[in-house]
Nanobody, 123 residues
Framework: QVQLVESGGGLVQAGGSLRLSCAAS????????MGWYRQVPGKQRELVAT???????NYADSVKGRFTISRDNAKNSVYLQMNSPEPEDTAVYYC?????????????????WGQGTQVTVSS
């Protein structure tokens, strides 16, 4: 089982900056892709950015050039640097991770979500 704990959410003014952090803990062999998603009431959860263990990134078009995802593999942590946020970025942000497990006989991968952290951007 893997626990993902997010931190860093809060209120930020448009044009400011905010950094979200997420740390994975628990029992696993390795962490593969980590990422951030967001959701506003009444809408589906959407991808913000993902980062593979090999360093490949994927960003939503709406955040390209403003948000940067990074990770510290030694700490099993992922970060989202939010620069020049806009009111439209207001949402609950969720950390997501693919964890590799090994029981001594075979490997398998499971997907996990954090509890979410609220980000509110004021105009």
């Amino acid at each position: 089982q893997v626990q993902l704990v997010e931190s860093g959410g809060g209120l930020v003014q448009a044009g400011g900056s905010l950094r979200l952090s997420c740390a994975a803990s628990g029992s696993f062999f390795s962490i593969r892709t980590m990422g951030w998603y967001r959701q506003v009431p009444g809408k589906q959860r959407e991808l913000v950015a993902t980062l593979t263990s090999g360093g490949s990134t994927n960003y939503a078009d709406s955040v390209k050039g403003r948000f940067t995802i990074s990770r510290d593999n030694a700490k099993n942590s992922v970060y989202l640097q939010m620069n020049s946020p806009e009111p439209e970025d207001t949402a609950v942000y969720y950390c997501n991770a693919d964890a590799r497990h090994y029981n001594g006989n075979y490997y398998w991968t499971a997907n996990y979500w954090g509890q979410g952290t609220q980000v509110t951007v004021s105009s």
